[in-house]
């Protein structure tokens, strides 16, 4: 599963384009923090999931998604 990158994106517009991916269904979110054991650093990352599981991310600025996860747009089918 490869991720297609969003670039820099406020996090409400990541998630108004991500509710829009998702045809407008409901999401679930969770937070994870991931532990960089090097730069003795913790990092927030916001996970967002539909009923086919994990559909994107958003973490400093920066959001991702999922399209193999993702419904086809209407219109697609």
Do not use: C, V
């Not at 730069?39 to 999922?66: A, D, E, R």
Request: a positive charge.
């Amino acid at each position: 599963m490869s991720a297609t990158q969003m670039g820099k994106i406020k996090k409400n517009n990541f998630i108004d384009a991500l509710w829009k991916l998702n045809n407008q269904e409901k999401m679930d979110w969770d937070e994870h923090y991931e532990f960089d054991y090097e730069k003795q650093k913790s990092t927030k990352i916001y996970l967002y999931y539909n009923k086919q599981g994990h559909i994107g991310s958003w973490s400093k600025g920066y959001g991702w998604y999922f399209e193999e996860r993702l419904p086809k747009q209407k219109g697609e089918e």
